[in-house]
């Protein structure tokens, strides 16, 4: 755990925990597994999220959906761009993080760097991709009849073992922007960054339970996801055939959305656009009278 | 006029439009001595209460030494304007505030549901105007005006009304239950038809209590009987008025709605137990410049 | 008014709001501006300043350097070497981040731009504070994120920046101008040259020490102050791609005559005579607050004014009632008190020009009615006025007169409103007050406006598109309609 024996000062080693409605808990289940460098070292020991942290997770995600889904899409963009700024303060800790399990110097920072653009991206959307999605349809009658978008409620996020932060930030922002709240199943190989990443949510105004990070084992908490009656979408990345097909499977037991984006659109040098925003929402059609 | 008149002059309105008439009274700045004005008026306009299951003789008589006392250090107070209690509790509270200007108020009609047969609630209320209470504070039967019964309510006012003989009768229309202030507006219109001497949002037993939205509409509602008729009716926010900045943003609201006339405790109160020690803290800070602590006023 | 009034309420209380003054050294005012041009801030070829005053006080606030042509030929030679040079080539998103940048240190500096704005042009610092300053700072949060997007604003259709925009604006909300200018302008790849108002230019010059805080690069954004034959020369300047105005509509056709026959796009937000229609079923007190919020905000100063007012007969008294009493609770005072409701009107010019339309109204025929409110002694005031019993062939009733002037008309039907509210060469903005929604739509469906308020008045928002039909001008600000003004869009042709 000791980084620089070296140092002539013994540094404070962090412990990892969760992030469930705006607190950092222990797993209730008090199992943990291990973070290794590449030669072996150990790094950190993570928690492994159980069914019942996630149960958790949801309840209090459940209770935040109202606010944030009806603040204005200015508000919750100008709360993505504060995670970018407060993701670009804590960058080299990432970095750093990332690097420590053994993905190259330049590889990590560029993929830090993304994503932070990213939720600049996403922040400029917020208050954009009504307009773009919605309309005033002409229909015959004498009807004022309008379609406009609605946030779906719980979306479920599995984010992909790497890019581990580019991943999760891919994801994440266009779900929040679109005024969901989330419950990110994050990478289980690569657990630092996105652990320190629920930090920097807590210090970006984002209220408690919008977002829930969960660290653990994805073979226990995808099933627990997928076959949650109260969890309305799930957003993922780079699943195998498998579990593509196993996340599908238990989604129809309450036709929760499932939205499943290919390893290439989490890559730096791909951008997904408005479409992971456009897919997490629903259309409302509503009619008015028009007459005295 | 008949029932159906004042309902069909009931306006519609706008919530929209009048939070933003109210946000308009939170940005106006009251400083220096136009606010040790209206902290006094504020503290002048107290109905102090106590309704609680666990009230006992001993604490009514605290209130009342509280009502009539007070800060020791401060000299030149005004009083606050009155004590209100349940009925059981009249005949210790006019013992303890004879002849010092304090209103003795009981709440009657089986606050605070109001679920019971009416000739019961007119029994308590005469029983306690017979205990000496000045001030009665009724509440209406919200089940019946939700369910489209206003006649009731009408006419349970009017009976109460008579019952309070010489008393002054202030209706609550328990704001939070009615939820919306269309609503608001009616049972106010019904309520000042009926012979209402003052309309009071809440009980202070339900969520929300009173907000500077409802409190608008039933000033409104006052202010056209008002130049309707020529009738003057008073008004009580209960309930959820913590501090002395929430107290001075209702009496701009009320300057600004009703005038000169109605910045009198004659015409409207404040229900409210923890304002008090809030005004009397803020009355030291402006006039020794320093912020205070609780601990240097007490309790009761 | 048919029967005397009873049972009148007194506002001028015993209790009265003691003045609550924000500090000007808030504002933190140099002695002299000079002209932003190319990142940095150089002295007038000419050598000429001119004072720009305080309208409630009439003390000079600071000299401001007068741009002649040839300062003009140099900010264009600046903004076009940027937008050749940096801007057109930069990747949308970062384009974007300065945007974003921008908007944090207005959010930033805010009390510093109220208390400057209010003190430069006389409006009350409530106003500046909750209005125009968060406006400011979401336009330019709002318009960074487009920056990045513009493939989504018009599908199917490809789009490319103009290049130099030249733009005009006035004295009634100079930084929320200039940021309802620069920013469409920025997002979309245009660089600019933009001229405040000559009587309030201070916002638009701190503007520039934010634009340098943010490192912007150079050229970008160019000031130039200056009076009439500064934005001539703008708008004659042959290497410019756009020009926007926003001011009279005498001066926009003007404006429009000059550019015939040339390349140069344009859009123009000029003036309006909006009418705030009430119907009998409208909720009445919060109409009340619309009409008062309509005409009296900002002095009445704004092109999109509700100046007429349009009752139905059945409930005209009740509400003209309603309305004097809400009247009586405007403070006419010091822009920099927080109490005050309505500030100083901006130039000796114009409180000549609304004095004038006072006496025409009266003249013509119409009852006056103003508030017994005090007014300072120093400065340029006008109290809340009403014109009660205008018809619609009044000049009142047709002219606009930039001022807290309302003019009071009735109706009895439907046709018969829409038809007052639409029979004027202007276009700009109208109120539709019922509780009935589906009369709510027929209206305003037939309100030839580009703004119709449907119980509500006056609301801005950078996500929503402004402008008017006819004379109030064209073209639109805001929302992804706004965005149109500052490119070419073009249709990707050929065969389908």
């Known amino acids: 755990m000791s980084r620089n024996t070296s140092d002539k000062r013994l540094m404070v080693a962090k412990t990892y925990k969760l992030y469930i409605g705006g607190k950092f808990p222990r797993t209730e ?233 290919p390893s290439k659109a989490v890559s730096a040098t791909n951008h997904p656009g408005l479409s992971p925003i456009l897919s997490l929402q629903e259309t409302k059609t509503t009619w008015h009278p028009i007459g005295t | ?145 939700l369910a489209g019964d206003y006649q009731y309510v009408s006419d349970e006012i009017v009976a109460v009304k008579e019952a309070c003989g010489e008393a002054h009768l202030k209706v609550i229309l328990e704001t939070g239950e009615l939820q919306t202030l269309e609503n608001v507006r009616k049972a106010s219109d019904i309520a000042i038809d009926a012979g209402a001497d003052f309309i009071k949002t809440s009980t202070g037993k339900v969520q929300p209590a009173a907000t500077m939205e409802v409190t608008l509409v039933m000033l409104e509602a006052i202010r056209d009987h008002f130049q309707e ?72 | 008014m048919a029967k005397k009034q009873k049972n009148n309420l007194k506002f001028d209380t015993d209790w009265q709001y003691d003045p609550a003054p924000e500090s000007p050294e808030l504002a933190k005012l140099n002695d002299s501006y000079d002209l932003f041009i190319d990142g940095k801030f150089v002295k007038p070829t000419g050598g000429k300043y001119f004072d720009t005053t305080s309208p409630s006080s009439h003390k000079t606030l600071a000299k401001v350097a007068e741009a002649d042509k040839r300062d003009v030929a140099k900010a264009v030679t600046a903004a076009r070497k940027a937008y050749e040079g940096t801007w057109s080539r930069l990747r949308p998103s970062e384009r974007g981040k300065y945007l974003f940048r921008i908007a944090r240190v207005i959010q930033e500096r805010s009390r510093e731009l109220a208390v400057t704005e209010s003190l430069d042009g006389g409006k009350p610092i409530r106003e500046s504070r909750d209005i125009d300053l968060p406006l400011v700072a979401s336009h330019f949060f709002y318009h960074a994120g487009w920056a990045d997007k513009l493939s989504y604003a018009f599908a199917g259709r490809k789009v490319s920046p103009l290049g130099v925009a030249g733009q005009i604006i006035p004295w009634n909300f100079p930084l929320l101008m200039a940021a ?27 503007l520039a020490e934010i634009i340098q805080e943010a490192d912007l690069p150079p050229g970008v954004v160019n000031i130039v102050t200056g009076a009439g034959s500064t934005g001539e020369a703008i708008v004659r300047h042959p290497d410019v791609d756009k020009i926007a105005f926003t001011g009279s509509t005498e001066v926009g056709k003007l404006i429009r005559k000059t550019l015939a026959g040339t390349d140069k796009r344009l859009t123009l937000e000029l003036g309006g005579k909006a009418a705030n229609i009430v119907f009998e079923d409208a909720a009445l007190d919060q109409a009340v607050e619309g009409i008062v919020n309509g005409i009296f905000f900002n002095q009445g100063h704004v092109c999109c004014a509700g100046s007429r007012l349009l009752v139905q007969e059945s409930i005209a008294e009740t509400l003209v009632r309603k309305l004097k009493d809400r009247m009586g609770t405007l403070v006419v005072g010091d822009p920099l008190d927080k109490n005050t409701d309505i500030g100083a009107i901006n130039s000796k010019e114009q409180l000549k020009k609304i004095q004038g339309y006072l006496k025409v109204g ?135």
């Open chain 3, 180 to 206: 309802w200018k620069i920013a469409p302008a920025l997002a979309t790849g245009n660089t600019v040259v933009i001229k405040p108002a000559e009587s309030t230019p201070l916002t638009s010059l701190k």
């Open chain 1, 29 to 261: 289940s008090g199992r943990t597994f291990e973070a290794r460098s590449p030669s072996g070292e150990l790094l950190a020991n993570l928690c492994r999220a159980s069914r019942k942290d996630l149960r958790e997770a949801v309840v209090v995600a459940r209770k935040a959906f109202s606010d944030w889904s009806s603040r204005s899409g200015y508000n919750r963009g100008q709360i993505l761009y504060r995670i970018a700024e407060m993701m670009e303060g804590r960058a080299e800790q990432m970095v750093n993080e990332i690097c420590s399990q053994g993905v190259p110097a330049t590889k990590s920072r560029k993929e830090v760097e993304t994503a932070i653009e990213r939720f600049v991206h996403y922040a400029g959307w917020a208050d954009k991709y009504a307009q773009v999605h919605s309309s005033v349809n002409p229909v015959t009658s004498s009807h004022f009849n309008f379609s406009v978008p609605e946030a779906m409620g719980i979306v479920g996020i599995v984010a992909p073992n790497e890019p581990s932060i580019l991943g999760l930030s891919t994801l994440l922002a266009p779900a929040l922007a679109g005024g969901n709240v989330t419950i990110a199943l994050v990478s289980e190989t690569h657990p630092l960054a996105p652990a320190t990443f629920a930090e920097i949510l807590h210090s970006s105004d984002v209220p408690s339970g919008v977002v829930n990070i969960l660290t653990g084992f994805r073979k226990e908490l995808l099933h627990d996801l997928s076959t949650h009656m109260d969890v309305n979408a799930i957003l993922a990345a780079d699943l195998s055939p498998k579990e593509r097909k196993l996340t599908e499977e238990n989604s129809a037991l309450n036709l929760k959305r499932v939205v499943h984006l």
């Open chain 2, 1 to 145: 006029m008949s029932l159906s008149a004042t309902l069909a002059n009931s306006p519609p309105i706008d919530s929209v439009g009048v939070a933003e008439r109210v946000a308009r009274f939170t940005t106006r700045s009251i400083k220096k001595s136009s606010k040790m004005e209206a902290l006094k008026l504020a503290l002048s306009m107290i109905d102090l209460t106590t309704l609680e299951g666990k009230d006992t003789e001993d604490r009514v008589r605290r209130l009342c030494y509280k009502a009539r006392h007070l800060h020791v250090d401060l000299p030149e107070l005004p009083t606050v304007a009155a004590v209100c209690v349940y009925p059981t509790m009249v005949k210790v509270a006019r013992e303890e505030l004879k002849d010092c200007g304090v209103q003795v108020a009981a709440v009657a009609t089986s606050f605070p549901s109001g679920q019971d047969d009416l000739s019961l609630r007119i029994r308590q209320t005469k029983g306690a105007v017979r205990d000496g209470a000045q001030e009665i504070d009724m509440v209406i039967s919200r089940g019946r005006f």
């Open chain 3, 362 to 496: 009266q003249r013509e025929g119409a009852e006056i009615f103003q508030t017994s409110c005090s007014l300072p002694k120093r400065g340029n005031w006008c109290p809340p006025t009403l014109f009660l019993n205008a018809s619609q062939s009044h000049r009142i009733s047709q002219e606009e007169i930039f001022g807290p002037v309302l003019a009071v008309q009735t109706f009895r039907t439907v046709d018969e409103a829409i038809d007052k509210a639409n029979n004027t060469p202007f276009g700009l903005s109208g109120g539709v007050w019922t509780d009935k929604g589906a009369k709510a739509f027929h209206v305003s469906e037939r309100i030839k406006a580009g703004v119709v308020w449907t119980n509500t008045f006056n609301k801005f928002d950078p996500a929503s598109p402004f402008g008017g039909y006819k004379e109030s001008g064209f073209g639109r600000e805001g929302g992804r309609h706004g965005l149109e003004a500052y490119l070419n869009v073009i249709e990707a042709g050929g065969n389908r």
């Open chain 2, 229 to 300: 008729t020529g009738k003057i009716v008073g008004m009580k926010p209960a309930g959820g008025i913590s501090n002395s900045k929430i107290a001075i943003r209702y009496l701009v609201m009320l300057r600004e709605t009703l005038g000169n006339r109605w910045l009198t405790p004659d015409l409207f109160r404040f229900g409210a137990s923890s304002l008090a020690n809030d005004l009397l803290m803020q009355i030291v800070k402006q006039s020794s410049g320093v912020y205070q602590s609780s601990n240097y006023f007490s309790l009761d």
